[in-house]
Nanobody, 123 residues
Framework: QVQLVESGGGLVQAGGSLRLSCAAS????????MGWFRQAPGKERVFVAL???????SYADSVKGRFTISRDNAKSTMYLQMSSLKSEDTAVYYC?????????????????WGQGTQVTVSS
């Protein structure tokens, strides 16, 4: 069973940048897609970005052009580079393993989740 650990969250001013990491252990990291979700207080968890095992990427419209998802298979680690941060990006960010079927933006399409890392953007 794969385990995921996020890191890199923190407090940043609006317009700033932050890079999140998601370290995976367990089954072969390179063989599965990985995604980022976020959950703001009182709101549902929503899709942010996906990187497939092939390297193909998908983004939520709200972060397109500002966030970049990447992976280093040799380190079994996925990243989310966040730039031009806005106050509305404030949330707990989660990484998850994509089942490789179903809607990539739906939480039900992911079967392993990390514990989350807090990102707070001050305006």
């Amino acid at each position: 069973q794969v385990q995921l650990v996020e890191s890199g969250g923190g407090l940043v001013q609006a317009g700033g940048s932050l890079r999140l990491s998601c370290a995976a252990s367990g089954r072969a990291f390179s063989s599965y897609g990985m995604g980022w979700f976020r959950q703001a207080p009182g709101k549902e968890r929503v899709f942010v970005a996906l990187i497939r095992s092939s390297g193909g990427r998908s983004y939520a419209d709200s972060v397109k052009g500002r966030f970049t998802i990447s992976r280093d298979n040799a380190k079994s680690t996925m990243y989310l580079q966040m730039s031009s941060l806005k106050s509305e990006d404030t949330a707990v960010y989660y990484c998850a393993v994509y089942r490789s079927w179903g809607s990539y933006s739906a939480t039900d399409s992911y079967d392993v989740w990390g514990q989350g890392t807090q990102v707070t953007v001050s305006s």
